[in-house]
């Protein structure tokens, strides 16, 4: 009789042992879960930056040098900004889409 009070109560006492760890063991995962959420939208929010980053690069140096090119297009500056405007949207539409297939 008192082995058997004893195995009771040393099979609820184990019941509350892997309750209280699953238990446990289920947040972490949620807190991982989570973290790992937080941290793919940063990510993608980051990309997204460099990427208007890039399309505001190429508007102002690409775009904004066309158009007084045509007027003068024997000024060498224009294709040095030109060749700037490029490099720098391109560099920039880069690191946007290296930080979101990270």
Do not use: H
């Not at 505001?56 to 060498?76: E, K, T």
Request: aromatic share 14%.
């Amino acid at each position: 009789m008192l082995c058997l009070f004893f195995i009771l109560s040393l099979s609820k006492q184990l019941k509350r042992i892997i309750i209280c760890t699953m238990g446990k063991f289920s947040e972490q995962v949620e807190v991982k879960k989570e973290t790992k959420e937080k941290e793919k939208t940063s990510r993608e929010t980051l990309g997204k930056y460099f990427y208007d980053l890039s399309k505001l690069s190429f508007g102002a140096m690409v775009l904004g040098v066309v158009v007084p090119w045509f007027s003068d297009s024997d000024n060498p500056d224009y294709w040095i900004l030109l060749a700037i405007g490029i490099f720098t949207t391109a560099c920039l539409a880069f690191f946007g889409y290296k930080i979101i297939k990270r």
